[in-house]
């Protein structure tokens, strides 16, 4: 999930441990000759995640990390490379967000951004001129403070990823960076937009140029007009990424926004994932739609999880989202949903064809299935009291955690990407986890986000995220929404557990 | 899973159907104007794979379909480009192993091997001279008839891709293949391999060239020489695919063994999923290891599932491990287990570093966990009996089925493309998925496949598959391989049901 400063940070949460056996697995046993000699060393498992991991005289044993996405022990620093109004930012911020929502600490950092706190009032193209040495000498400025941020940030924040977002047009600006980045032990991977189609451009200054702190003081044919210059005071020294001076960095370059690409020296496995990424994303309007199913008879019984049927107000509901997707008109439009009764039941009063996904099936509650939280609290009042503490990270026993859902939907993300109107059809926690993807939610927010039944939200891109609408379908249903206690000790009474439980039949 | 011919076909198995709308999700009732007057269908819940699905009249209503890899209505016909000698032999049947293995029906049609068909005893190269007229008819013949065949697979077989196995270094043929695919309404998706380095190609002539039936009768050298006369025959011809000529085409094209990839115009999920593989893909020789965790308590019982630790003779085999895996002598091994006690205990004793995988637990059985097969009969004889008729499809109530489990541990087999050295401490279900993706299982051959206890399989790629060595490491252990019984009627004895399950405490 995005990290944001250290302040902010989910107490408690471990730096980065730079050592390369420690960052991704289990270290052995220190001082060890001969490997086979020595007892192996007992296993707890952790309350929270459920972990099992060695402990000496009754603690954990070295830091543990199951299996996160990146494998490397070295940071990776991406660079973007293209002229402006090629989509670098759209691209930087996009992958910012997906890497911090599948585990990956990433940030990003945007020259233009320092270069506006620089120089407080913009105004005009002369002012990146290729001979204009203030400028220059400015500009030059804010890419290493930018660097230095970088620095910071991968190797003292516990970042993983950093997007260094820049027009990073010439050899030598580039040749710069990978000093910076061998100094300093990161990898580099460079992402270059290229495109010449005119359209694209013209969209592009509409949809994020105009509305620049730049360009505030300026009618829309002013800023284009000043905004062509700008570009073209990039275009006489614009060295792309070339297949023979450049064949030992490690790159993609896109080319007509995605009809092309080219991938030279792929290192490591997050780089794959990142150029997996990237040619899955297209920019094509549309929208997509995200519900629960209709309320069901565990929700009005208070009971969590398991396969129910609608109500008779979920049914409703479901009545009335086929007339509301009628009404939005949509062409093409797939319908997904999970394989558990209530979704498919929801579906099925649409009248159109819908696929079923296992993946996005509810998070399974393991031995708390169908209970009330009542029930949990008076039978598993420890494992409540830890959900409450850590809601992202706790897995229930023999269950799942909301960690473990977002990689459990990581490819109904990445089909979501592929996809333009698709209508899904699921469940509380699998939606909290979908909605915290495109809104760019942190993992403390994404368990406590409100997804109430009989809603619509509907997800549209815009300029650099995602514009969201909730539409109510006004059919009555219970509340499923428990808001975290302000006593998350194990320690507490029952009463301060059960505080913020919905209400429900008894 | 590998779909054979027709006759070996799973019975009972629906070849895909055409029409859009059903052959991947669940149709709209018939008739239906107005979308939302009628009452919604009833909803039953299939037996076997548990997959809730509309009925009508006590029937289950049109096929559905739950999410499937491919969705597109539309067959691929995937076809190679590229002088001899560049990998597409190895890259198709990889591919077409991949794809199976995840769910779509693939098949690969090599035309070299209608040509060795066709022509029964190979004389030299000069039957590849771009001047031997008789040499290209034949040629012409064989990829009309690989190409017959790749139509019947796709239109009448249930075959999804096809992959056209064959050189293609002409923008003609590939011009033909094209109008082919258009009058059969197949996408068609370009892999090219490019590739001067002459070590690889020396190495890739010496790896599976030599053994080819065209070369028995020669010595390498005769062979070597025979075959570069053979790829200059093709050279002065070769059209690549072009940036500008061929933009309008689907394609990848993979420079010097991937380490550059130009990708132009992916259409649909399945191209997708065939860029990332091709692109995760190596050829850097290494070895996989693959073993279950050390003798569990649970196995002694003879119950299924749960979270147990390793009984005494575990231990004993997680200490033979460390032995073994030292005398091995492997240069930075990675060590992955599942997230279950007993796989992390075998690691323990290893003392290397290792990283905890839980896409690698095992099977969920559901309400099946912890039980004897005994009270599995006893308490749940209707789903003992589905198990034992479909194994690889039966989904446990609230739990899981081995197809399932193959979808779960994808990118479990993406990352051990990417690695070089792999140890893998898993379970039996979850190895037997693994296993079958090397060694092309079937999905029918998948579920039964032996892997018992104590036992490490050392796998090696070899040409064009996988050599596999299995290797005791002497510590006894209870068998927990069950057999398919002769009986698999639900309205078998509980004898006959019982007869296969291996003893136990």
Same mark, same amino acid.
């Given at each position: 999930m995005k990290h944001r400063s250290t302040s902010e940070q989910h107490h408690g949460k471990k730096p980065r441990v730079p050592a390369a056996a420690a960052a991704t697995s289990t270290s052995p046993q220190d001082g060890m000759e001969d490997k086979a000699a020595t007892n192996p060393r007992e296993l707890t498992q952790n309350p929270l995640k459920k972990i099992w991991m060695p402990y000496k005289n009754g603690l954990p044993e070295k830091h543990i990390c199951q299996r996160k996405v990146c494998m490397t022990n070295c940071p990776t620093l991406i660079v973007t490379v293209g002229l402006p109004a090629r989509g670098k930012t759209y691209i930087s911020k996009k992958l910012t967000r997906y890497l911090n929502w599948i585990g990956v600490p990433t940030r990003e950092f945007n020259v233009g951004q320092y270069r506006r706190e620089f120089v407080k009032i913009y105004k005009s193209f002369e002012f990146f001129r290729p001979d204009n040495e203030e400028g220059l000498k400015i500009r030059r400025k804010c890419a290493s403070a930018a660097l230095n941020d970088v620095r910071e940030y991968l190797t003292?924040? *516990? *970042?993983q990823v950093a997007v260094f977002d820049a &027009?990073?047009? &010439?050899r030598e600006r580039r040749e710069t960076i990978l000093e910076f980045a061998e100094q300093n032990g990161f990898k580099v991977f460079f992402v270059e937009s290229v495109c010449e189609d005119p359209d694209v451009i013209q969209e592009n200054i509409v949809q994020v140029k105009l509305d620049s702190p730049d360009y505030t003081n300026c009618n829309t044919e002013e800023a284009v007009e000043d905004f062509m210059k700008r570009i073209k005071c990039y275009e006489n020294s614009y060295e792309t990424l070339d297949e023979i001076l450049d064949r030992d960095l490690s790159y993609i370059k896109i080319m007509d926004v995605g009809q092309r690409y080219l991938v030279n020296r792929v290192l490591d496995h997050i780089q794959s994932r990142i150029v997996y990424y990237l040619m899955n994303i297209h920019i094509t309007p549309r929208s997509i739609y995200l519900c629960r199913h209709g309320e069901s008879e565990l929700n009005v019984k208070g009971r969590i999880g398991g396969d129910s049927g609608l109500t008779i107000r979920g049914k409703e509901f479901a009545k009335k989202l086929s007339h509301f997707i009628q009404e939005q008109n949509i062409s093409d439009l797939k319908v997904w949903t999970s394989q558990m009764k209530r979704t498919i039941q929801t579906a099925e009063a649409l009248n159109v064809p819908y696929e079923q996904w296992k993946v996005l099936n509810e998070i399974d509650a393991g031995v708390c299935e169908e209970l009330m939280y009542e029930e949990i609290q008076r039978n598993y009042p420890l494992e409540f009291a830890l959900r409450d503490q850590d809601k992202y990270r706790y897995r229930y026993p023999k269950g799942e955690s909301y960690e473990d859902l977002v990689q459990r939907l990581e490819p109904v993300i990445m089909e979501l990407e592929r996809q333009e109107n698709v209508l899904v059809i699921c469940h509380q926690a699998v939606l909290r986890c979908l909605l915290a993807y495109f809104l760019d939610k942190t993992a403390e927010e994404l368990p406590y986000l409100k997804c109430p039944l009989h809603t619509v939200l509907k997800l549209t891109p815009v300029a650099y995220g995602c514009k969201v609408e909730s539409i109510s379908l006004n059919v009555d249903a219970v509340n499923t929404h428990r808001e975290r206690p302000a006593n998350v000790d194990v320690s507490r009474m029952s009463e301060e557990a059960l505080l913020t439980v919905p209400s429900h039949q008894t």
């Open positions: 003292e924040d *516990g *970042g &027009t990073n047009t &010439t």
